[in-house]
Nanobody, 123 residues
Framework: QVQLVESGGGLVQAGGSLRLSCAASGGTFSTINMGWFRQAPGKEREFVARITWTGGITDYADSVKGRFAISRDNAKNTMYLQMNSLKPEDTAVYYC????????????????WGPGTQVTVSS
C-alpha cells in the first residue's frame, strides 16, 4: 500500500530553481523504481525523469537533460527532482510515480501515483 505525495511546487521566475520532493509511506521504498512526469494544460502527460531502485541508473527527457537532476534517499523514503534554469515551458503539474517492477518511460508501467504539485515559471 505505497502512498506517494509531492511537495515543493510553486511560482518561480524564469532562470530560477526549484526542488520537488516525493515522500513515500507504506510498502518498501527501496525496492520501488521511481519517476517524474508532468502535464501542462491542454497537453499529454509526459515523461520527465526516472531512477532505479538503487539510484544506479537515471534517465531524462531531452527537454530537461542538463537542467534537472533526479535523486533518491531511501533512508528518508523520499525522491527529489532538482530543477535548474527553469523555463516558462516547464510550467505544469508534476507527478511522482513508482513501480515494483521494471519501469522506464511509459506511464502505464507505473503503479503508484501522487496527486501532483503545480510548478509555474513566469517570464
Amino acid at each position: 500500500q505505497v502512498q506517494l505525495v509531492e511537495s515543493g511546487g510553486g511560482l518561480v521566475q524564469a532562470g530560477g530553481s526549484l526542488r520537488l520532493s516525493c515522500a513515500a509511506s507504506g510498502g518498501t521504498f527501496s525496492t520501488i523504481n521511481m519517476g517524474w512526469f508532468r502535464q501542462a494544460p491542454g497537453k499529454e502527460r509526459e515523461f520527465v525523469a526516472r531512477i532505479t531502485w538503487t539510484g544506479g541508473i537515471t534517465d531524462y527527457a531531452d527537454s530537461v537533460k542538463g537542467r534537472f537532476a533526479i535523486s533518491r534517499d531511501n533512508a528518508k523514503n523520499t525522491m527529489y527532482l532538482q530543477m535548474n534554469s527553469l523555463k516558462p515551458e516547464d510550467t505544469a503539474v508534476y507527478y511522482c510515480a513508482g513501480s515494483g517492477t521494471i519501469a522506464r518511460r511509459n506511464e502505464r508501467q507505473y503503479n503508484y501515483w501522487g496527486p501532483g504539485t503545480q510548478v509555474t515559471v513566469s517570464s
